[in-house]
């Protein structure tokens, strides 16, 4: 994929060579979905102080996957114990840490469709509200 300047991408590659990681760079439609639902864990390492909540991330939610972000934006709104793990942002050490954590839990009999339900709730109910202040002011 498309590499960053200044970027050390060693150990990712190091990952990817050994088959423990798969790292796409761009998908959408379909092969998105189909993906996103054969996936357990969704990382987006986000770190802009102006990041809301990334759509991804929603993506991820509703497809029932585990999530690891950064606490920015409105992210830990949306991430708790139940669905994913936040993390503090620019640290590998606490991405890695959070990945340990779910690769030794329990996460793998985790029920996916309890994790897209809530956040379908959750985005419901903030719909909902949304509506409720602009019709009633």
């Known amino acids: 994929g498309k590499r960053i300047s200044g970027v050390d991408y060693k150990i990712l590659d190091e990952l990817i060579k050994a088959g423990h990681v798969t790292y796409y760079e761009f998908i959408s ?10 996936t357990n864990i969704f990382v987006l390492p986000t770190y802009y102080p102006t990041e809301y909540l990334p759509l991804s991330i929603i993506d991820a939610l509703v497809a029932g996957c585990i999530v690891v972000s950064c606490d920015t934006g409105e992210i830990a709104e949306y991430i708790y ?18 990945l340990a954590k779910l690769i030794e839990g329990d996460f793998l009999n985790y ?10 709730l959750k985005l ?13 002011h």
């Open 29 to 38: 439609g379909k092969s998105k979905w189909d993906l996103l639902c054969e």
């Open 81 to 98: 114990d139940d669905n994913g793990l936040l993390i503090e942002p620019r640290s590998s050490k606490a991405l890695e840490g959070a």
């Open 111 to 120: 029920d996916k469709s309890l994790i897209g339900n809530n956040i379908i």
């Open 124 to 136: 419901n109910q903030f719909k909902l509200m949304a509506l409720d202040k602009l019709l009633c």
